[in-house]
């Protein structure tokens, strides 16, 4: 239980391109999701918290306009890289929880790793 | 600024041993803590969690916890090849502006010798 799906897997694309991620949970409902930015050998940091039907929570940093969030439904979340350039490249991982516990485990997609050309 | 700490290493055991991650953290608040495998370029993958105070075990793994210290741990017994990754320790937190994230430590590198 507790599948987390995260698609594309790898995205090469030109600067100046918009990518859209998307992460499911397959088997549960999760009212919250997470979306994480890793760079090479650097631990997770996290861009924002998305809640299902309404706006995103950034963390500080975070350009909100650049990464848009969307969480329309309680299995579906997005985040779309606008214009994305070089310096965007890295590997995002989104994650979900699966109950309204705030203290309950985050289960994590397969990540995707993005590459601006 | 609540941080977790953890030593990079690389920590290198032979096949068989028992490894030792340790973890520290600055929010003496905390409830919640997990460990996390992380296989080179691959997403995290949930080992254990652990809530109160002391030991939970589950197969070869056991997590240790003590709040008055801040300080988890993670025991990985019979090592095998296969538990070559990166352990990240993660802590959930409460923010000042009430917000509830995990903060993760930058992870401990794990080599298994055959």
């Known amino acids: 239980g507790a599948v987390v799906s995260q698609h594309p897997s790898w995205v090469i694309c030109k600067s100046g391109t918009s990518v859209k991620i998307e992460c499911r949970s397959l088997d549960f409902q999760a009212t919250t999701m997470f979306w994480y930015r890793q760079f090479p050998k650097q631990s997770l940091m996290l861009m924002a918290t998305s809640n299902e039907g309404s706006k995103a929570t950034y963390e500080q940093g975070v350009e909100k306009d650049k990464f848009l969030i969307n969480h329309a439904s309680l299995t579906l979340s997005t985040l779309t890289v606008t214009s994305a350039h070089p310096e965007d490249s890295s590997f995002y991982i989104c994650?979900?929880?699966?109950?309204?516990?705030?203290?309950?485990?985050?289960?994590f997609g397969d990540g995707t790793r993005l590459s601006i050309l | 600024q609540k941080e977790v700490e953890q030593n990079s290493g690389p920590l290198s055991v032979p096949e068989g041993a028992i490894a030792s991650l340790n973890c520290t953290y600055s929010d003496r608040g905390s409830q919640s803590f997990f460990w996390y495998r992380q296989y080179s370029g691959k997403s995290p993958e949930l080992i254990m969690f652990?809530?109160?105070?002391g030991d939970k075990e589950d197969g070869r793994f056991t997590a240790q916890l003590n709040k008055a210290s801040q300080y988890v741990s993670l025991l990985i017994r019979d090592s095998q090849p296969s538990d070559s990754a990166t352990y990240l320790c993660?802590?959930?937190?409460?923010?000042?502006?009430?917000?509830?994230?995990?903060?993760f430590g930058k992870g401990t590198k794990l080599t298994v010798n055959p």
């Open positions: 994650s979900a929880r699966q109950w309204t516990g705030g203290n309950q485990p985050q289960h």
């Open positions: 993660a802590v959930f937190t409460i923010t000042q502006g009430g917000s509830e994230k995990l903060v």
């Open positions: 652990i809530y109160s105070n």
